[in-house]
Structures are given as structure tokens and as C-alpha cells.
């Protein structure tokens, strides 16, 4: 039997001989990995339609100011909220002060607030902004791909993003000389964005008399990533 004064420096070997283990056990488990990325992608017509409008005025009286911009929102509020199929909320409003040549008087107060539509009828919302443009301004419009037709070729796209990286796996373990391969993980994710319109060319368009301009939202393309790891095996 080992003296008692031993014990801690045998049970101490034992730990590092231990965690020695562990380590390699890691690094075999680690050999071979290779990180891929494949990803599909499609053309989708944007089928939804945004306009900021907004309105901006001046008053030495900051309480007039903010009544007179109550009533022009409130007043522009009731008629987008009669036309059908548009979605209205309000966006941002906030006042700032006017200041004279000395730069430290104030002379007056300034106030802008915003309306945003947003709609998948773009005959309706384009008749609505002409109107709306008789008393807001015109902020920004650009177009969208809605959620469930987002959401349908995302899972259309599924399908071909797993193949294009089951391609990009056989085709580095050939490189790599190995007989197959592991699957480790395999992460889907999408992208896309929104496409701003022009303001200048919006504004102009929206405030012609007749007809209701014919509005082209363009396309968005739709990307779903294969993001993964495989363990290659080696013969």
C-alpha cells in the first residue's frame, strides 16, 4: 500500500493522464472537418407596396404648431382609413426649434410627423398617395416581398440549397482523396431585402392629375444559405 503523503501526486497524474485523453479524443473527433457553404436563390415579384407621407410646417407658437399638425394628420388619417385593403399607422413626429442669425434666439418652431400606407393593391394605395398629396409630402415608397410568399420559396428553395451542398460535400471529399463523409451540422438560413424606389421619380409620378400612374415594383431575389461542417473520412 502507497503512503498516504503519495496519493495526491498519483491522483494528480491520474487527472492530467485523464484530460490528456479527453484532448486527443477532441482533436480525432475535429480531424478532417471542412466548413461549407452552398446556397439556392430565386426571382420573386415584390407584391407589396410602402409610402411614407409626411407633413411639415412652421409656427412661432410651438402650441399651435402642434394643433395645426394634429388636424392635418388626423384629417389625412380618415381618408386613408376609408380605402380599402391599406394598412395606414402613424410613423414618426417630432418638433425642433427655429433659431435667428445670432444663432441663440429662437424664433420659431418647426414640426414634422409621418403617416405610413403599405398595401398589396397598388392601383388603390397609388390613388390614395395622389390624394394624401394634396396636403402631405411625399417621404419615400419602395416595395417588399410579403411573409407568405417569402415563406413559400424559402421552402421551395429548401430542397435545392440541401442538394447544391450535398454537391460542394462529394466534391471536397474527392479533393481531399477520402472514401465519404460525415455530416458534423447543417444551418439554413435566407436573405433578402427591400429595393428603395426613387423619391424624385415617385413624388412626380403620384402627383400627376390623370390617369393613376401603372406602378412597377421590380423583383427581389430570395436566397437560401447551407451553411455546414463535414468530417471527411479518409481510407
Same mark, same amino acid.
Given at each position: 500500500?502507497?503512503?498516504?503523503?503519495?496519493?495526491?501526486?498519483?491522483?494528480?497524474?491520474?487527472?492530467?493522464?485523464?484530460?490528456?485523453?479527453?484532448?486527443?479524443?477532441?482533436?480525432?473527433?475535429?480531424?478532417?472537418?471542412?466548413?461549407?457553404?452552398?446556397?439556392?436563390?430565386?426571382?420573386?415579384?415584390?407584391?407589396?407596396?410602402?409610402?411614407?407621407?409626411?407633413?411639415?410646417?412652421?409656427?412661432?407658437?410651438?402650441?399651435?404648431?402642434?394643433?395645426?399638425?394634429?388636424? =392635418?394628420?388626423? /384629417? &389625412? @388619417?380618415?381618408?386613408?382609413? +376609408?380605402?380599402?385593403?391599406? %394598412?395606414?399607422?402613424? *410613423?414618426?413626429? $417630432?418638433?425642433?426649434?427655429?433659431?435667428?442669425?445670432?444663432?441663440?434666439?429662437?424664433?420659431?418652431?418647426?414640426?414634422?410627423?409621418?403617416?405610413?400606407?403599405?398595401? =398589396?393593391?397598388? /392601383? &388603390? @394605395?397609388?390613388?390614395?398617395? +395622389?390624394?394624401?398629396?394634396? %396636403?402631405?409630402?411625399? *417621404?419615400?415608397? $419602395?416595395?417588399?416581398?410579403?411573409?407568405?410568399?417569402?415563406?413559400?420559396?424559402?421552402?421551395?428553395?429548401?430542397?435545392?440549397?440541401?442538394?447544391?451542398?450535398?454537391?460542394?460535400?462529394?466534391? &471536397?471529399?474527392?479533393?481531399?482523396?477520402?472514401?465519404?463523409?460525415?455530416?458534423?451540422?447543417?444551418?439554413?438560413?435566407?436573405?433578402?431585402?427591400?429595393?428603395?424606389?426613387?423619391?424624385?421619380?415617385?413624388?412626380?409620378?403620384?402627383?400627376?392629375?390623370?390617369?393613376?400612374?401603372?406602378?412597377?415594383?421590380?423583383?427581389?431575389?430570395?436566397?437560401?444559405?447551407?451553411?455546414?461542417?463535414?468530417?471527411?473520412?479518409?481510407?
Amino acid at each position: 500500500m502507497l503512503p498516504y503523503r503519495l496519493l495526491p501526486s498519483c491522483l494528480l497524474g491520474l487527472a492530467l493522464s485523464i484530460a490528456g485523453t479527453a484532448a486527443l479524443a477532441d482533436d480525432a473527433l475535429r480531424y478532417n472537418q471542412v466548413s461549407l457553404h452552398a446556397d439556392a436563390s430565386t426571382e420573386v415579384v415584390q407584391d407589396r407596396m410602402h409610402v411614407t407621407l409626411y407633413s411639415e410646417a412652421q409656427q412661432e407658437d410651438p402650441a399651435q404648431l402642434a394643433a395645426q399638425t394634429t388636424q =392635418t394628420l388626423n /384629417a &389625412a @388619417l380618415q381618408k386613408a382609413r +376609408a380605402q380599402k385593403g391599406v %394598412t395606414v399607422s402613424l *410613423g414618426s413626429r $417630432h418638433s425642433y426649434p427655429v433659431y435667428g442669425e445670432d444663432g441663440e434666439r429662437i424664433i420659431a418652431w418647426r414640426e414634422r410627423a409621418e403617416i405610413r400606407l403599405e398595401s =398589396t393593391d397598388f /392601383a &388603390a @394605395l397609388s390613388t390614395l398617395t +395622389a390624394e394624401l398629396l394634396k %396636403t402631405l409630402k411625399m *417621404g419615400e415608397m $419602395h416595395f417588399s416581398v410579403s411573409e407568405a410568399i417569402r415563406k413559400q420559396n424559402e421552402e421551395a428553395l429548401m430542397k435545392d440549397a440541401v442538394a447544391a451542398f450535398r454537391a460542394r460535400a462529394q466534391l &471536397a471529399t474527392e479533393a481531399l482523396g477520402g472514401s465519404g463523409y460525415k455530416l458534423v451540422s447543417l444551418n439554413l438560413g435566407s436573405e433578402g431585402g427591400m429595393h428603395p424606389v426613387n423619391r424624385g421619380y415617385a413624388m412626380k409620378a403620384m402627383m400627376e392629375a390623370a390617369p393613376v400612374p401603372e406602378i412597377e415594383a421590380g423583383t427581389q431575389t430570395i436566397t437560401l444559405n447551407a451553411d455546414g461542417v463535414i468530417e471527411v473520412q479518409m481510407p
